[in-house]
């Protein structure tokens, strides 16, 4: 970027332009994470009714929000090929070059659909594995799930991250740390899950050896859910 700003310009005018056009990706970038995961996140909630939480996995939110832009940046870049390449382009290459590029456009498009309704429902008396084709839907009950592990992973030291791993007596394995799209987890909803493991007397492993350092920056109420969750 700093060779892009200051060695590879022409004039005056150019540094000015290089400038602009990185001045808009740093805004315009981060308004559009921000601005798919909100809706994404709000369309998921708006869809599911008495939840107590929902759960995805970081592989579906990554896709969900890299595919639009993606599509963006295609259709864009045919505009600019096209017209740049009208009368340079035989037709039977624009027709191949079509079908090529509106077939990458549908599978996109499928790919972003399934990871979108790729997530787990956890109601009071069932579980929900969501699927964009019901008949792969699975229902579990909390009486399915094998064991929890619960912990602070501390791999990263400057970014700790908290783990909720249930594992399904079919092998399926979830983190309930994850919530929806890239934000936090939901920490109401997962004390109510977890109130309904010790309930039904499900195996919590619990590893609290990071947990005082996790915490220390957390106000009393979060600190109190979290002591709540890693309680044996």
Not at 43 to 56: A, H, M, Q
Not at 57 to 70: F, G, Q, S, T
Request: proline residues 1%; contains cysteine.
């Amino acid at each position: 970027m700093f060779n892009y700003l200051f060695f590879q310009v022409k004039s005056i005018g150019d540094f000015f332009k290089r400038l602009g056009i990185i001045l808009l990706t740093i805004i315009i970038v981060p308004i559009y994470f921000i601005g798919v995961s909100v809706l994404i996140e709000t369309y998921i909630k708006s869809i599911n009714k008495d939840y107590l939480l929902i759960s995805t996995r970081v592989l579906d939110n990554i896709i969900c929000i890299l595919v639009p832009a993606i599509i963006i940046v295609m259709i864009l870049a045919k505009i600019i090929v096209r017209i740049k390449l009208k009368y340079n382009f035989r037709k039977d290459n624009i027709k191949i070059f079509s079908i090529i590029y509106y077939c990458l456009i549908l599978l996109l498009v499928l790919v972003f659909i399934n990871s979108l309704n790729n997530y787990t429902v956890f109601y009071k008396d069932k579980i929900v594995n969501n699927n964009v084709i019901k008949y792969f839907e699975s229902e579990y009950y909390y009486s399915d799930i094998e064991l929890a592990n619960i912990g602070i992973n501390w791999r990263n030291r400057k970014h700790p991250s908290f783990y909720y791993k249930v594992k399904f007596n079919d092998e399926n394995k979830l983190n309930l740390a994850n919530g929806i799209m890239l934000g936090s987890h939901d920490i109401d909803g997962l004390i109510k899950v977890n109130d309904i493991l010790i309930e039904n007397k499900i195996i919590r492993n619990i590893d609290s050896v990071y947990f005082d350092i996790y915490t220390i920056d957390y106000n009393d109420d979060i600190k109190s859910s979290m002591e709540r969750i890693f309680s044996e």
